[in-house]
């Protein structure tokens, strides 16, 4: 695989989302693309559907994009994206956004593709913190 | 397994243990001890993992007791591994030797 997935991470936060990014290049995986899909149109706690739709463009290298939202509303605002752009290289996945943004990207940096960038998310749930 | 009493007995940093089966082409292995310099934290299992993905062989992260795949990023945190712990390192197939030499330099790099 030439280029990694893409990750974005949608939040109700824009800080929430940008600091999990900046997380997610600490831990290894600065050769991944992560986007930052955080917070509502013009600012404040919320989601924005062009936000996200943008993200999901600037992650995508050809290997595929995982979305992981952090919840509610992120859920929805992403599948509304998804509905009007459907594409089979880009899914959402039901993870732990910290454990599974991390799982993903460190998968992705691996070079895996996205059925295994994806599993490593969900498969977070499963992994014991202590 | 003898390897393994081996090196919880004398843990060093450098110990390296050979299984004594030779002459068949069984799958390689290969065990070595580290003693941590540093908390296994996010950054380091990061890169262990990155790591761990490179080889063939099949690898195990021993320590106190818990196994885990190098490979899973939040597995290997999950161990709680401190500064000055003994972690064990093992491996079977072609590039045991090279798995486990691999890892073994990152965990003694980590800061």
Partial sequence: MDQPVGIVLVSHS?????????????????????????????????????????????????????????????????????????????????APFVEGAVAAAVTAAMGADLDAVAHAAKEARDVAKL | ??????????????????????????????????????????RPAGKLAQTAARFSSSIRLDYAGKSVNPTGVLAVMSLGATAGTTVTLRAQGEDAEQAVQALAAVLASAE
């Fill in chain 1, 14 to 94: 824009a800080q929430l989302a940008a600091g999990l990014r900046e997380l997610l290049a600490q831990i290894g995986s600065d050769t991944v693309p992560v986007a930052a899909a955080g917070g509502a149109p013009g600012g404040g706690i919320g989601t924005s559907y062009d936000l996200i739709h943008a993200a999901i463009t600037e992650v995508d290298h050809g290997a595929g994009v995982l979305v992981l939202p952090d919840l509610g509303s992120s859920v929805l605002t992403t599948r509304t994206v998804l509905d009007d752009h459907p594409r089979p290289d880009v899914v959402m996945v039901d």
């Fill in chain 2, 1 to 42: 397994m003898s390897p393994s009493s081996e090196t919880t007995t004398t843990p060093t940093d450098t110990e390296a243990v050979r299984t004594a089966d030779q002459g068949t082409h069984s799958p390689a292995e290969f065990e070595l001890a580290v003693t941590l310099p540093a908390n296994l934290h996010a």
